[in-house]
């Protein structure tokens, strides 16, 4: 049984990436909650008011699916409940929550955290993290085209987005439930470019056969066909 996570800023490339390499390795992709997201809007138009239920919507969510993926066999999830955290500690960092809501928002995570601990298998056996630079964020942000995430829907996101690549890079760093490994998200386009697209699989191939998750020997299913 092999569970990868997925990480990266907003835009990032995480879901493409899922898609990519769960249809790769044969695995079973799983999607954050996002189209599909009654809050998600609510709070981009007043982040104060819905910064405590977005996060306590998406650590539910997070966390049925990191539940659901460690029970599975095989399967890629295009973001770790281990962000969680972090963006929920980047809004209270901007005013966006009372200390109370910080105070049982960490209560509710350590709990959710230790039921984790219970399960047969706990952590992921790889993360694989896509940097990307604040124009290569943006870029895609406005490519993907959802309205509320836009700059001009509100000028201050694009401190937010500043902001939220000054913490991923210490949280990077710290993380240590699993193997990690980075993508360079700025140079290699994995969407458009074949060849790009190659090169990421390789490189996480080579990681997970070094880590002794896929034989020595593993090739690509050759009815598997790559979709971008
Ligand atoms: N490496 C890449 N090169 C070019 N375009 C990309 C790349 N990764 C993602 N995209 C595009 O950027 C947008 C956001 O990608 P997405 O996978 O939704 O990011 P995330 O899940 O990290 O928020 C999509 O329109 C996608 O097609
Ligand atoms: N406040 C939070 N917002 C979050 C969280 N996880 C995701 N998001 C937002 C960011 C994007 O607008 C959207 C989808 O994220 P992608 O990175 O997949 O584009 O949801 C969170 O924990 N808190």
């Known amino acids: 049984m092999t569970v990868i996570v997925l990480s990266g800023p907003i835009g990032a490339g995480k879901s493409s990436l899922t898609g990519i390499l769960a249809d790769y390795l ?13 809050v998600l809007p609510l709070f981009y138009a007043d982040p104060k008011k ?7 919507y998406f650590l539910n969510t997070r966390f049925h699916s ?15 409940i281990y962000e969680d955290a972090l963006f ?12 109370e809501e910080v105070d049982t928002y960490y209560e509710l995570l350590h709990n959710m955290m230790r039921e ?11 993360l694989v993290h896509i940097k990307v630079s604040y124009n290569t964020m943006i870029k895609r942000i406005q490519k993907r085209g959802r309205p509320y995430e836009q700059l001009s829907y509100d000028a201050t ?3 937010y987005y500043k902001r939220l690549l000054r913490y991923y890079k210490p949280w990077y ?12 998200g ?37 009815d598997v066909k790559i979709k971008a």
Not at 26 to 38: A, H, L, M
Not at 50 to 56: D, E, I, K, P, T
Not at 66 to 80: C, G, H, M, Q, Y
Not at 89 to 94: L, R, S
């Open 26 to 38: 044969g695995t079973k992709p799983f999607y954050e909650s996002v189209d599909d997201n009654p």
């Open 50 to 56: 819905y910064a405590f239920l977005l996060q306590v």
């Open 66 to 80: 990191i539940k659901d993926a460690l029970t599975e066999d095989n399967n890629v999830l295009d973001r770790s």
């Open 88 to 99: 929920f500690q980047m809004n209270a960092d901007i005013g966006r929550a009372t200390s």
């Open 116 to 126: 984790l601990d219970n399960m047969p298998k706990k952590r992921p056996d790889l």
């Open 157 to 159: 996101l694009e401190d």
């Open 173 to 184: 760093k710290k993380y240590n439930y699993s193997p990690k490994m980075v993508i360079d």
């Open 186 to 222: 700025d140079k290699l386009d994995f969407m458009t470019s074949e060849k790009d697209r190659q090169i990421v699989l390789d490189q996480i191939v080579a990681k997970l056969k070094e880590m002794g998750k896929l034989p020595k020997d593993w090739d690509k299913p050759t």
